[in-house]
C-alpha cells in the first residue's frame, strides 16, 4: 500500500466526522447521524466503520489500507436547528450509497452546501420568532386583540434569549430571563389594555423556547436503543420546561 491510499482513508473519515458535526450541531437525532456517517463511510470502500454519538461528541474508528486503527473524536457544543442542513446531509448519504464519489468532491459539496445554507443573522430570528408567536393566541384560546401582545412578548423573549445565551453561554439561565420578560411583557400590556386574555398571551410567547425538537429526538432515540442520548436529550429538555416554569412563576407570584 502506497502513503497516498492511505491519506485517502484517513480523508474519507475526516468527512465522516465533519459531516457527523454538522447533523448533530444542526439538530439530527444521534441514530439518524450515525446512520448518516456509515452510509457515507460505506460509499468510500471503509469496510471497517464503528460511529458512535452521543448529543455532546461524536467518535469514529475504522481501519486504514495497512490495517491499523484510525479513530477520531468530536464534540460538539454548539447545538442549533436547522432541519434543511440536516435534510440535504442526510440526502446526500444515501446519494453517496447509489453512486459513490470520491472524497474531494464531497468536500466540494459540503463546501458549497454550507455557503447555501447559512443561519438566519439575529434579527430575522427574532422577527420571524415574533410573527410566530403573535399567531399563536388563536390555538389557546385567545382572540384579535391578543395578537400584539404576543407579537411584542414573543420577540423581546427571542431577543433576550439570543442575547444572554450569547453572553454567557448558559442556556438555563438565558431561558429563565426569556420566560421572565415574557411574563412581565405579557402582564404589562394586559393591564394597558392590550389583550384580552393574559394566559394566551403567556403561553403564546414562550411556544419558541418549548423543546419540542429535543423531546420528539429524545423519544426517537430511545425507541431506536440509543438510551444514553435518549435519556440525555430528554433530561435536557426537561430542563428547558423546568426554566420556562420558573421564568413564568416569580411574575405571577408578584402580580
Known sequence: ???????????????CM????????????????EDTMHR??????LEYVNVFVVPTAIIMTTKNEVGADVTQLVRVTDRATNLEMVAE??????????????????????YLLQMRIREFPPYLT?????????????????S????????????????????????????????????????????????????????AIIISGVMTLVPGIAITNGIRDLMAGHLLAGVSTLAKALLTAGAIGVGIAVVLTFI
Open 1 to 15: 500500500m502506497t502513503e497516498a491510499t492511505t491519506y485517502q482513508a484517513e480523508e474519507a473519515l475526516n468527512i
Open 18 to 33: 465533519d459531516i457527523g458535526r454538522l447533523m448533530l450541531s444542526n439538530g439530527a437525532e444521534t441514530y439518524r447521524v
Open 40 to 45: 457515507i463511510a460505506t460509499s468510500f470502500k
Open 89 to 110: 446531509l442526510n440526502q446526500l448519504s444515501r446519494d453517496l450509497s447509489a453512486q459513490p464519489k470520491s472524497p474531494n468532491e464531497v468536500r466540494a459539496y459540503l
Open 126 to 142: 427574532v422577527l420571524l420568532a415574533a410573527i410566530t408567536t403573535g399567531f399563536f393566541p388563536f390555538l389557546f384560546g385567545g
Open 144 to 199: 384579535w386583540p391578543d395578537i400584539i401582545p404576543a407579537f411584542l412578548a414573543g420577540g423581546l423573549g427571542e431577543f433576550l434569549f439570543e442575547y444572554v445565551n450569547g453572553s454567557t453561554n448558559i442556556t438555563f439561565f438565558a431561558e429563565v430571563v426569556a420566560a421572565f420578560a415574557i411574563g412581565l411583557t405579557a402582564f404589562t400590556l394586559y393591564t394597558l389594555g392590550l389583550g384580552e386574555n393574559m394566559n
